[in-house]
Nanobody
Framework: QVQLVESGGGLVQPGGSLRLSCAAS????????MGWYRQAPEKERELVAI?????????ADADSLKGRFTISRDNAKNTVLLQMNSLKPEDTAVYYC??????????????WGQGTQVTVSS
């Protein structure tokens, strides 16, 4: 069994910053790509950014996120981070992390965290 636990969400004023963290634990042999997604009210879940084991990153909607969001990971700690700066009200959403995990039994599965609420409002 594998668990992903997010933290770091909260209420922030426009222009502020938050750093989200997601730690994977359990029966993990290795982790491939890790990522962050978000789901705003009455909208579908959408990709924010992904990062490979080697550190290659890809951001969705690059023009909107460029220079504001940064994804990173610590492979030794099975952790993925999302640094969010210059936050806007339209960034308000539940943020989810996910990870492609090879368990100690040899199976590959994509796991999701429970989500953390980010609210950008004055």
């Amino acid at each position: 069994q594998v668990q992903l636990v997010e933290s770091g969400g909260g209420l922030v004023q426009p222009g502020g910053s938050l750093r989200l963290s997601c730690a994977a634990s359990g029966s993990i042999f290795s982790i491939n790509t890790m990522g962050w997604y978000r789901q705003a009210p009455e909208k579908e879940r959408e990709l924010v950014a992904i990062i490979t084991t080697g550190g290659t990153t890809n951001y969705a909607d690059a023009d909107s996120l460029k220079g504001r969001f940064t994804i990173s990971r610590d492979n030794a700690k099975n952790t993925v981070l999302l640094q969010m700066n210059s936050l806007k009200p339209e960034d308000t959403a539940v943020y989810y992390c996910n990870a492609g995990v090879r368990t100690r039994t040899g199976t590959w599965t994509i796991y999701w965290g429970q989500g953390t609420q980010v609210t950008v409002s004055s």
